[in-house]
């Protein structure tokens, strides 16, 4: 009888390290996932709530990126959980580029030019070989100065940068290439001494590249 006990109890204790075992070595299936969107994200705790800065990341153009002297387009989304309104400064803070400067909106579409009254077309005119050929005449397109990378955001409110929204960030004048793989260090100010800085980085494809077949010639048959 003592020996069935043993038994039984040796059998209980191994059925313990099998288990043991099984779950020893394993990480959690939510310790591997990744965010969807690749970007840099951050947040600033004030007196009040927080300020965050979600999935900021330069928008991906190809595999061989931006041309040093180009811009380059961002999407960030920002958010004020607090009771204040505020005001975000955004600024580079390394050599990648010159400056940021807020793109699109209503502010920055391009209207026609209109001709001046002097070089409306009238019957005089018209019939004038002087007035046609003069080079006055045909107006030439301004280029409109870049906005500070200023936005209020009231509170409890968000503003979502992107080109597909309308209004969005553009790094202007970039000191060099900008490939997949290389970052920009920004710094989101909020006031009052409220920084955050971030490390930006640029975007991959959300599908990979389609592939160039090569074509063979019937030589190689």
Do not use: W
Not at 37 to 43: E, F, L, M, R, Y
Not at 50 to 79: C, K, M, Q, T
């Amino acid at each position: 009888m003592r020996r069935s006990k043993t038994l039984l109890a040796g059998a209980a204790a191994a059925a313990a390290l099998l288990v043991s075992g099984c779950g020893a070595g394993q990480i959690a299936e939510t310790a591997e996932k990744v965010a969807a969107v690749p970007g840099a994200s951050g947040d600033v705790t004030t007196e009040d709530g927080i300020l965050s800065v979600r999935n900021a990341v330069v928008v991906y153009d190809s595999p061989e990126g931006y041309e040093a002297g180009g811009n380059a387009p961002l999407d960030v989304r920002i958010f004020n959980d607090t009771q204040r309104t505020v005001t975000v400064t955004i600024t580079v803070a390394s050599e990648d580029a010159g400056s940021v400067a807020l793109a699109g909106g209503a502010e920055e579409e391009e209207a026609s030019p209109s001709p001046s009254p002097s070089e409306s077309a009238s019957p005089t005119a018209s019939a004038s070989p002087s007035a046609s050929a003069s080079p006055s005449a045909s107006p030439s397109p301004t280029a409109r100065p870049a906005r500070p990378a200023s936005i209020e955001i009231a509170a409890g409110e968000f503003a979502v940068l992107t080109e597909a929204a309308g209004e969005y960030l553009r790094l202007v004048d970039l000191k060099q290439p900008l490939k997949p793989g290389m970052n920009v260090d920004l710094v989101f100010d909020f006031g009052g001494g409220q920084t955050l800085p971030l490390s930006v980085p640029v975007g991959i494809p959300l599908s990979p590249a389609a592939r160039e077949h090569a074509e063979v010639s019937e030589e190689e048959h």
